[in-house]
């Protein structure tokens, strides 16, 4: 049966249905189509067709693959045999909208009663479309419904079951051809009548036919017409945003606590990348939380860049200089960086310590955790959860699952409905969503960005304290988040014995002995106390800070870059006695020794500079070769690839593609006569400006190819007028204007033939 092409039948549709084209695959659009025949071959490449079908829900699916059941990428069938196979329980105006959906994506076309579908789709679908297998002609001539009737239960059941499921079963009995009166097992006597096809000598295939019959009134399988609805709960705005915010400081908390531990003690990075399953397990314990929250934590940090490999021979992963920033920002802004950082994070932090297909554990920060499509999993799971009803909340993440699932099974690959649950997850433990809605941070930080976030999840937060409270047993309870200020003398005075609401704190000898090391006096420390603490100061504190003052610094030591030691004090003393001896900041530490910040090296070089005559010795008294071995490279650091899928078009760039190809068709039945093209110039009047001048002084049409604004090659029909200033000025065919090209930008022309004197004409 001859049916219409797919670029024939784009020619016939309106502007408005291409515009809807481009919008819904974007990637037809890039680089714009000088035709409708260049758009259908796009609209029928595999890639492409992939893409748009990631984008139907369960029952456009459905009737794609009713087409391909009915050979509609072979030749075009009736609208009358697609609504059969969909049985009595589909009514055709919905089988018709499904149509509607798949020609608006140029999957399918045709003018009723007759559609078409793209040979690609067979691929992208699969080789059993509705879970049916191939045709075979020969029973085409049998009275099937007779057929089955007669044959025994076994056999039924056999042909029943692969009706019911996948249409190919594994069997040893497919191994060898017998005729009729030998076959002993129902696989046997199946094949021998033809009822089962043999694929290879471990496989049958039940035939199509036999499976829309054995389908009954089904015969494409149990499809699901309607979206499922989600299961939800009454649940009040503010009470979600309690909760998000105080998800969002215990957030906070964990991430600060990881900087403090890192940047005294760096992990390493694994020689294969990432990071090793003990460090992990060690941040978990200073965490005081599961490996799973710490890998989060973790993955966290990075994305948000406030810690990087490091490319030194033997990395370690380093704070940057923009954890400095986040640590003394506001709690609020904190969150912000964070929460933006998980929303736009291409990785998967729920696949660490799983395993891949090979069987290989996958550690933290490892690149087989990068997915490059992971964001808009998340936008996805969260823009639907920002569509309830105020004071409404998800009761169950499964039905959530379950309605994603609906609307596009064939998006997000096997983890599809993992990552919406490790999602919903997710944004629970960031402080977006709390109690199976959206906070107000969270909805902001979706559309309205960071800074908005920001200041809606302040809102949210309880104000911080200026006070604690210091109990007898040298206990401090913070009632609530602290000051900046006051949260660091604390860390520093005293150690957390319990987080959450409310932080309890111990101040012990160590602990003061570290607020003292970091130059605090115990003056200093009993001013805190007695200002900050809502209680009375126990004496068993005062004594404390007292005893561990008095003892502390007695003992004291410094840090040297290099010495100098010399049997003869009077030289060291004529050293001293040098200009030179301030600049290198000598200073005598014994008769026969002097030390110095500055490295050995550099001592040296400035002593010898000074006409002193040093050498270099090592910690066994051995002299040292000090000069440089040459100029080494760092390991730079990889950058991995990001895949980004083509975004929405703005509707002024899509009328432009529109036209393009309107222009493009009008242009591509033209027939030229003598042309020129730029490619050939090599003379020093341009062979194109010749034909222009030639073309404007005889009134003749011009076909012309030239590079517009958005460097896109187009085509135009052009009377021309005159050619003056660097300009091309004629009538054009396609907007019905004169309009004015530059020359510099035409890079092909030719004349129409049969078109002398057509500018008059058309004067």
Not at 668 to 695: C, K, N, W, Y
Request: hydrophobic share 45%; glycine share 8%.
């Amino acid at each position: 049966m001859p049916g219409t092409s797919l670029a024939d039948w784009l020619r016939d549709q309106d502007d408005s249905m291409l515009a809807a084209l481009l919008r819904a695959r974007p990637d037809l659009a890039t680089p714009a189509p000088p035709d409708t025949t260049v758009l259908a071959t796009r609209a029928g490449i595999g890639i492409s067709v992939a893409r748009a079908c990631e984008e139907l829900d369960t029952f456009s699916l459905a009737v794609l693959e009713a087409l391909l059941v009915a050979d509609a990428d072979q030749q075009p069938v009736p609208e009358k045999s697609i609504l059969e196979l969909f049985g009595g329980g589909v009514s055709a105006d919905r089988v018709r909208e499904g149509l509607a959906v798949l020609r608006a994506r140029a999957l399918a076309w045709g003018a009723d009663p007759t559609l078409s579908v793209v040979p690609t789709a067979r691929e992208v679908i699969g080789p059993f479309p509705a879970g049916l297998g191939r045709s075979a002609p020969h029973l085409d001539r049998q009275d099937l419904p007779a057929v089955v009737a007669g044959l025994s239960e076994a056999e039924r059941r056999l042909l029943e079951a692969l009706a019911a499921g996948a249409p190919v079963g594994q069997t040893k009995d497919a191994g060898t051809m017998v005729p009729p009166d030998r076959a002993r097992t129902p696989v046997q006597r199946l094949l021998a009548a033809g009822l089962l096809l043999r694929r290879d000598a471990e496989t049958v295939e039940l035939p199509r036919q036999l499976g829309l019959l054995l389908r009954g009134e089904h015969p494409l399988g149990p499809v699901r017409l309607d979206e499922p609805e989600l299961d939800t709960v009454r649940r009040s705005a503010a009470d979600s945003d309690a909760a998000a915010a105080g998800e969002a400081l215990e957030l906070c908390r964990h991430v600060e606590t990881l900087l403090r531990l890192w940047s005294t003690e760096p992990p390493p990075v694994l020689r294969s990348g990432g990071l090793g399953v003990r460090e992990l397990r060690r941040a978990a314990r200073a965490l005081e939380c599961t490996e799973p929250r710490a890998t989060l934590i973790i993955e966290l940090v990075v994305a948000a860049g406030l810690v990087a490999a490091s490319d030194d021979t033997e990395p370690h992963w380093l704070l940057t200089v923009a954890a400095d920033t986040w640590t003394a920002s506001h709690s609020e802004q904190r969150w912000a960086t964070l929460a933006l950082a998980w929303l736009d994070m291409p990785r998967l932090p729920a696949l660490a310590g799983s395993r891949d297909d090979r069987e290989r554990l996958l550690s933290v920060l490892a690149e087989e955790l990068r997915r490059p499509r992971a964001p808009l999993a998340r936008r996805r799971a969260l823009d639907e959860l920002g569509t309830l009803p105020a004071n409404t909340a998800l009761r169950s993440d499964d039905s959530l699952v379950e309605l994603l699932a609906w609307r596009a099974p064939r998006q997000g690959g096997r983890l599809r409905d993992e990552q919406v649950r490790w999602t919903l997850s997710e944004a629970a433990a960031v402080g977006v969503s709390a109690l199976g809605r959206l906070s107000s941070a969270g909805r902001a930080l979706l559309s309205d960005g960071q800074a908005e976030a920001a200041r809606l999840m302040g809102a949210a937060m309880p104000p911080p304290l200026d006070h604690i409270l210091v109990q007898a047993d040298l206990t401090v309870i913070a009632p609530g988040p602290l000051e900046s200020d006051l949260a660091s003398d604390m860390a520093l005075v005293a150690d957390v014995e319990s987080a959450g609401s409310a932080t309890v704190y111990r101040v012990g000898e160590a602990s003061v002995r570290r607020a003292l090391d970091a130059g605090r006096s115990a003056t200093e420390l009993h001013d805190l106390f007695a200002e900050r603490s809502r209680t009375p100061i126990p004496q068993s504190l005062t004594y404390l800070i007292d005893d561990v003052a008095r003892r502390h610094g007695r003992l004291r030591g410094g840090s040297a870059g290099s010495f100098l030691r010399c049997e003869d004090p009077v030289l060291l003393t004529e050293v001293l006695g040098r200009p030179e001896a301030a600049q290198f900041e000598l200073r005598r530490l014994a008769p026969t020794v002097l030390v110095s910040p500055l490295p050995l090296a550099e001592l040296l070089d400035g002593l010898r500079g000074a006409g002193l005559a040093p050498v270099a010795e090592g910690l066994d008294g051995r002299l040292l070769d000090l000069r440089p071995a040459g100029r080494r490279l760092s390991r730079r650091a990889g950058t991995g690839r990001r895949v980004v899928s083509p975004g929405p078009i703005d509707e002024e760039r899509l009328a432009e593609v529109v036209t393009g190809i309107r222009i493009g068709d009008r242009t591509s039945g033209v027939r030229r006569g003598a042309s020129a093209s730029t490619a050939s110039e090599g003379h020093r009047i341009s062979p194109t400006f010749t034909l222009l001048q030639d073309a404007v002084s005889s009134r003749h049409r011009l076909w012309i190819g030239f590079v517009d604004s958005h460097g896109v090659a187009t085509q135009r029909i052009v009377d021309p007028v005159s050619i003056s200033g660097g300009f091309l000025e004629g009538f054009d065919q396609s907007v019905g204007a004169v309009q004015r090209y530059p020359l510099h930008r035409i890079s092909t022309a030719a004349l129409v033939e049969g078109s002398a004197d057509a500018a008059g004409a058309a004067d």
